[in-house]
T-cell receptor, first 115, second 114 residues
Framework: GAGVSQSPSNKVTEKGKDVELRCDPI?????LYWYRQSLGQGLEFLIY????????KSGLPSDRFSAERTGGSVSTLTIQRTQQEDSAVYLC?????????????FGPGTRLTVT | AQTVTQSQPEMSVQEAETVTLSCTYD???????LFWYKQPPSRQMILVIR??????QNATENRFSVNFQKAAKSFSLKISDSQLGDAAMYFC???????????FGKGTRLSVIA
């Protein structure tokens, strides 16, 4: 079946602009995760969803970052007033249910470049 | 907080040879999960192997096996009969029980020499 998809694959934006990154999880997966992969910081967790709710938003790096999930499916990560340090690959993962025994399946990521 | 350390930024191996990638972690938990992920140039993270901390037996998946030393908090990945397709970034990751995120090491870039 179809895996996790993310769009766009690559995004170049000017400093100060807002961007939206989209994640389509595997159908039926109730848990969804966002990670950021940057050269200096490695892979860091941003936020996760159980259904449409995000119990813990403490991983978001600043209040310029927000995320939502609708219909228990698609999730959007929004970065407002982008800064150069936001340049990174943003990875989305989904799993069948919440809980550590369920494997996380990753999408191909969105490479964001802020100029 | 849990941390995962991969001390080898880069490794190389001859095709058909064996290579071992190192990983250590720090946790005060007794129950947890450990993973090795492969990230090829396509960027998509692929699960290679997983280990539950309560299991003493080392996990094995075809040419991939781990050496899990719980007391030493060490979790190394051995790749046997290396193939050109094994060239990628490899990430060690840790996860506590529950709906918790993965905590990743900084990765090891593996090159396979024909």
């Amino acid at each position: 079946g179809a895996g996790v998809s993310q769009s766009p694959s690559n995004k170049v934006t000017e400093k100060g602009k807002d961007v939206e990154l989209r994640c389509d999880p595997i159908s039926g997966h109730t848990a969804l995760y966002w990670y950021r992969q940057s050269l200096g910081q490695g892979l860091e967790f941003l936020i996760y969803f159980q259904g449409n709710s995000a119990p813990d938003k403490s991983g978001l790096p600043s209040d310029r970052f927000s995320a939502e999930r609708t219909g228990g499916s698609v999730s959007t990560l929004t970065i407002q007033r982008t800064q150069q340090e936001d340049s990174a690959v943003y990875l989305c993962a989904s799993s069948l249910a919440w809980g550590s025994r369920y494997e996380q399946y990753f999408g191909p990521g969105t490479r964001l470049t802020v100029t | 907080a849990q941390t995962v350390t991969q001390s080898q930024p880069e490794m190389s191996v001859q095709e058909a040879e064996t290579v071992t990638l190192s990983c250590t972690y720090d946790t005060s938990e007794s129950d947890y999960y450990l993973f090795w992920y492969k990230q090829p140039p396509s960027r998509q993270m692929i699960l290679v192997i997983r280990q539950e901390a309560y299991k003493q037996q080392n996990a094995t998946e075809n040419r991939f096996s781990v050496n899990f030393q719980k007391a030493a908090k060490s979790f190394s990945l051995k790749i046997s009969d290396s193939q050109l397709g094994d060239a990628a970034m490899y990430f060690c990751a840790y996860r506590r029980p529950g709906n918790t995120p993965l905590v990743f090491g900084k990765g090891t870039r593996l090159s396979v020499i024909a």
